[in-house]
Nanobody
Framework: QVQLVESGGGLVQAGGSLRLACVAS????????MGWFRQAPGKEREFVAT???????????DQADSVKGRFTISRDIAENSVYLQMNNLKPEDTAVYYC?????????????????WGQGSQVAVSS
């Protein structure tokens, strides 16, 4: 049984940092995408970032209020895990963050591209 277990969420002031971790068990995702999504209150879940090709390639959301330049996704292949370092956090980053793993072998940015999901980690940013 595949499980993704997240940790690292919490409450932080604007401008602060948090690091989310997600460890997969039950199968390895060495050559598969692992990524992060988030869902803010009253909004749909949205793509944040993904890493693929054994962690050598990364891709971040393009939309407004982008996380580019503030968030960094990384992989630990040996630990079968993925991380999201979040710096300069803003109140609009407040959301439940989900890690996800895919059985595909190419870049994956849509929810339907992912087969396994973590339980979600609450991130709250106060102004």
């Amino acid at each position: 049984q595949v499980q993704l277990v997240e940790s690292g969420g919490g409450l932080v002031q604007a401008g602060g940092s948090l690091r989310l971790a997600c460890v997969a068990s039950g199968r390895t995702f060495t050559s598969n995408p692992m990524g992060w999504f988030r869902q803010a209150p009253g909004k749909e879940r949205e793509f944040v970032a993904t890493t693929f090709w054994r962690g050598g390639r990364t891709y971040y959301a393009d939309q407004a209020d982008s996380v580019k330049g503030r968030f960094t996704i990384s992989r630990d292949i040996a630990e079968n895990s993925v991380y999201l370092q979040m710096n300069n956090l803003k109140p609009e980053d407040t959301a439940v963050y989900y890690c996800a793993a895919s059985t595909k072998t190419m870049r994956a940015t849509r929810e339907q591209d992912y087969d396994y999901w973590g339980q979600g980690s609450q991130v709250a940013v106060s102004s």
